[in-house]
């Protein structure tokens, strides 16, 4: 192929042409649109920022001209008041100099009259205007000593009229109104921005001030449409010319009780966006530069790629057809003349390695396949000896635990084979090999001292030996036995060492296999049998004594309790415990029953043979008694407990996976009967799996058909009687039984994991109601929000919450997270953590059902909760006198004393809600005030409840 006329000839060279260009070519062209695009949009950005800053100084001047006139006018009242009052009415008359009525650039009024309750209007500058009847709340601004802002919108100057009472204390005693001046107030347009229009619309959007008359129409289409908003921008057309607008409100209503004025502030797309024009023609310019610069330089470094790529590409070709005498004739002083020299190498390497590969590819079949180590290593010695003409060749594999019994592979020059045979290594020789990782040649006394069997009969004085080190492990010796030595180049070695990994790679797949197969039927912890052995021997067992007809029994142990030292003493110490419990139970049986570790800590005991069920019980007595005893750990003592379930076979099942759930459930019967005993399986507990199971599949389709819904239960302050907050409480409204409520699922829930999607649920429904009830008015300090122990054990709880409390725009003081007091047992720095983080939120946090757990005032006082919920069990024991309420006064007191606020849950009657009144408690709950109620209901009974607060404070 020649090249040297033209690049296009080659396909190639086309293509490397279009990509150069394009390489070029299209950043250019993205950052030409991307850069245009953004210099546009900041110059628009720029320009609406101008004229909203014009509107926002306009705006500004008018306002501080409207405080002026109101100074004059109260001097003017000030003035006219009393006496000069009724001098005006009965005709004097005083100069506009004496009444104080010129601003410090000039006339402020066209007019000023005074307005008398009897309707006479007297006039003292111009002609003044009545205003009466003014309304009652007009009335009320005047009287509090503010002025009245009057404006009347025409198709000329609107007229801007100022009014303030004679007599704040009397209004009804007159008023002085003046008219204000339209140059005064709206200014000379000579001192506005260049090139600005200005325009001033009232509430109603009509025009009270506008430099150009016919853009106060086209305006106000505009400023309708952003209405909602007390700043915005826009554009109009005008004579097909493009205008860009922005409009600032003027707030006058709690000054002058006058509706907002909107001001706006108008300039000439043409004129505002000149800038650009410039831009526009250096910028292509530019742009058009670059790209043929582009192209020039890719041609010219086209041409000088493609002659020695073309050269490469034959050789390549010439290699692929296993041609490796092929060379690449390419003269140049660059990378390319370096890969020409290297691919006349690889070629020449090639060919030699092509043989070597072809054989490790065939061990490497049969590492694979077959995994026989003895087959492996003869090939490798075949190969080897006939390779590299040694007068023999040996393999020893090298046994860790005892040097003494590794064992020696020979293959003889002549093709013999001894028997394979065991030598002793020292320890020595071990150093020097795992010291020498590529080998060495001995003399033939230390050749003898490495393996001192299979070679002494050869006597070959020269030999080669590259340990095998598989993973930085010596597990075995190559060697190669000359009578004269001969010169092993460094690909020789490299071939060598190949061979040698493949048997260092067959032996670790070898150690691995043996050591998954273990793995997989012992515990590694506590070197029991694990869950496939136990169930693997339970079938054996149970298959014998079905033959024999004999009983046996399966006792399934579970600890009670050992999470809490798991998480507070820490891992290390859990595994011991678990170790001793797997020791003690294997004392507790006989020698032929069999104890499993089933995982975490669950242990299961294989009992054969049995006589009689008592049998099965006393083992389980037996078992209950070794653990209960301390574990000292640590010079620690450790105190844990076992629940124990049993089934017989062949009653209670006859299988060994049925044997084993039954055992399960039992057990779990036996941890409600109080942990620390045992307990029979029962034909009813599998009728509870069954329900349960039922339960659980109904409740993840109604996850998935949004069935859940939130009733909300109203807090009160029992001293106003005013709702403070709501309880969010969980409904299921299931499509056939109706409205279900948590004590029949919430359970289940808990032990399936259910429980944090229901209670993300809970969360969203709660936030996004207590947004409406604020859109609404429905003022309501808080919501509180149930957070189960399994959701609070969620990493990500706190950014869940923080997600939902930014999607409805809600701070998070409106949100209350009740824990129960589980959470406080197990406190730790990561539960810590998770509070603070809570309360980073501005998130309230309350103990739910407190009382009833594990709470201490040192945990109260360490970590950030706000509220103590009293558990309904202290109240509904109050009688109408206050007893039965020692427990509840003392949780008051203890909340007070911690500073912290307390709610009392399940007030049913008069007498508890008088009684805990008395007690200061802050907030009840309960039937005597409201059932949970639906949203809307609770809206309706927010608003009753107020108007009925209202009412008794009136009467």
Excluded at 229 to 240: A, E, G, H, L, V
Excluded at 625 to 650: H, M, R, W
Aim: glycine residues 6%; aromatic residues 8%.
């Amino acid at each position: 192929m020649n090249l040297k006329d033209t690049f296009l000839r080659s396909k190639v060279g086309r293509r490397m042409f279009l990509y150069f260009v394009l390489s070029a070519l299209i950043p250019i062209l993205f950052l030409a649109v991307l850069y245009f695009e953004e210099i546009g949009r900041l110059l628009d950005k720029q320009v609406y920022a101008q004229l909203g800053n014009a509107a926002t100084s306009y705006r500004t001047s008018l306002y501080e001209r409207l405080l002026l006139v109101d100074e004059l006018l109260r001097n003017s009242a000030s003035e006219l008041g009393g006496d000069k009052a009724s001098s005006l009415a009965k005709g004097k008359s005083r100069t506009l100099q004496n009444l104080g009525l010129m601003s410090p650039t000039g006339r402020a009024f066209r007019s000023l009259a005074l307005e008398f309750p009897s309707g006479e209007v007297v006039s003292v500058i111009g002609k003044g205007v009545a205003i009466h009847p003014l309304s009652a709340d007009k009335m009320e601004h005047l009287g509090r000593g503010e002025p009245l802002l009057l404006s009347q919108a025409a198709s000329g100057r609107a007229r801007i009229m100022m009014s303030r009472a004679l007599n704040p204390l009397a209004p009804e005693r007159g008023i002085v109104t003046a008219e204000i001046d339209p140059e005064y107030l709206w200014g000379d347009p000579e001192t506005f921005p260049y090139m600005t229009v200005f325009c001033v619309l009232d509430h109603r959007y009509e025009p009270l001030f506008c430099q150009e008359p016919y853009q106060s129409s086209l305006i106000k289409e505009k400023i309708l449409a952003s209405a909602s908003s007390s700043k915005d921008q826009f554009t109009w057309q005008k004579d097909n010319e493009d205008y860009l607008a922005s409009f600032a409100e003027l707030f006058l209503q709690p000054k002058f009780f006058e509706t907002r004025w909107m001001v706006t502030a108008s300039q000439s797309e043409d004129i505002a966006l000149n800038p650009i024009a410039t831009f526009n023609r250096v910028f292509w310019g530019s742009l058009v530069l670059s790209v043929l610069v582009a192209v020039l330089l890719s041609v010219t470094q086209i041409r000088r790629i493609l002659v020695p790529l073309t050269r490469l590409t034959d050789g390549t070709r010439s290699l692929g057809g296993k041609d490796f005498a092929a060379k690449v004739d390419v003269i140049s002083q660059d990378e390319f003349g370096e890969l020409a020299e290297s691919f006349n190498t690889m070629s020449s390497q090639l060919g030699r390695q092509f043989d070597v590969q072809a054989t490790l590819s065939k061990i490497d079949q049969a590492i694979l396949s077959e995994l026989n180590i003895n087959t492996i290593i003869q090939n490798v010695l075949l190969y080897l000896r006939n390779t590299y003409l040694s007068d023999y060749a040996s393999i020893v594999i090298f046994d860790q635990d005892a040097p003494e019994k590794s064992t020696v592979h020979v293959v003889a020059g002549n093709g013999a084979r001894p028997p394979i045979e065991c030598a002793a290594v020292s320890g020595a020789i071990l150093d020097t090999l795992l010291a020498t990782p590529n080998g060495l040649w001995i003399a033939d006394e230390a050749a003898r001292k490495v393996v001192r069997a299979g070679l002494e009969a050869i006597g070959a004085p020269h030999v080669y030996a590259l340990p095998i080190i598989w993973k930085n492990q010596l597990t075995g010796l190559v060697s190669l036995g000359y009578q004269a030595r001969p010169v092993l180049a460094t690909a020789d070695i490299k071939h060598i060492r190949d061979f040698a990994d493949r048997v260092g790679v067959a032996l670790s797949a070898s150690a691995r296999e043996r050591l998954l197969f273990q793995q997989a039927r012992i515990d590694i912890l506590t070197g029991l049998p694990n869950r496939f052995f136990f169930l693997d021997r339970l079938k054996q067992e149970i298959a014998q004594a079905h033959r024999g007809g004999e009983k046996l029994a399966v006792l399934f142990v579970d600890l009670d309790r050992f999470k809490i030292i798991n998480d507070s003493l820490g891992h290390a110490v859990g595994d011991e415990l678990l170790r001793q419990t797997g020791v003690r139970l294997r004392q507790c049986v006989r020698v032929g029953d069999t104890v499993a570790r089933l995982g975490g800590d669950e242990f299961v005991i294989l009992l054969n043979r049995l006589a009689s069920a008592k049998d099965a019980a006393i083992a389980a007595e037996h078992a209950i008694a070794a653990l209960s005893k301390p574990f000292l750990i640590d010079q620690i003592e450790n105190y844990v407990t076992a629940s124990v379930g049993i089934t017989l076979y062949p009653t209670d099942g006859a299988t060994a996976e049925e044997l084993l759930r039954d055992a399960d459930m039992a057990m779990y019967r036996a941890k409600k009967s109080g942990r620390g005993t045992y307990a029979f399986f029962e034909e009813g507990m599998n009728e509870e799996v069954i329900r349960r199971g039922l339960l659980e599949r109904e409740l993840r389709r109604a996850i998935a058909q949004q069935e859940f819904i939130v009733h909300y239960q109203p807090q009160i302050n029992p001293h106003t009687g005013h709702v403070r907050s709501v309880e969010a409480l969980v409904r299921w409204n299931h499509p056939e039984l109706g409205m279900l409520f948590p004590l029949s699922f919430i359970q289940v829930a808990e032990d399936t994991g259910l429980i944090e999607a229901i209670g993300q649920i809970v969360l969203a429904q709660a936030c996004a109601q207590f947004r409406a009830w604020q859109d609404e008015g429905i003022q309501l300090d808080y919501v509180a929000v149930n957070v189960s122990t399994r959701q609070f054990r969620q990493t990500n709880l706190v950014e869940l919450v923080e997600a939902e409390l930014k999607k409805n725009g809600m701070p998070g003081k409106f949100l209350e997270l009740e824990i129960t007091e589980s959470v406080l047992i197990d406190s730790n720095d990561t539960v810590s953590a998770m509070l603070e983080r809570l309360k980073a939120l501005g998130i309230k946090l309350a103990i739910d059902d407190f009382g009833t757990g594990y709470s201490s005032m040192a945990y109260l006082e360490r970590l950030p909760i706000d509220t103590l919920k009293i558990d309904q069990g202290f109240i509904c024991n109050i009688d109408d006198e206050g007893g039965g309420g020692a427990i509840a006064e003392t949780i008051v007191a203890m909340g007070k004393a911690l500073k912290k606020r307390v709610v009392a849950e399940g007030v049913e009657t008069k007498g508890q809600a008088n009684f805990l009144r008395k007690l200061n408690c802050n907030l009840l709950q309960g039937y005597f005030y409201s059932h949970p109620l639906p949203a809307h209901k609770v809206t309706a009974f927010v608003r009753e409840t107020d108007t009925s607060r209202r009412f008794r404070a009136t009467s």
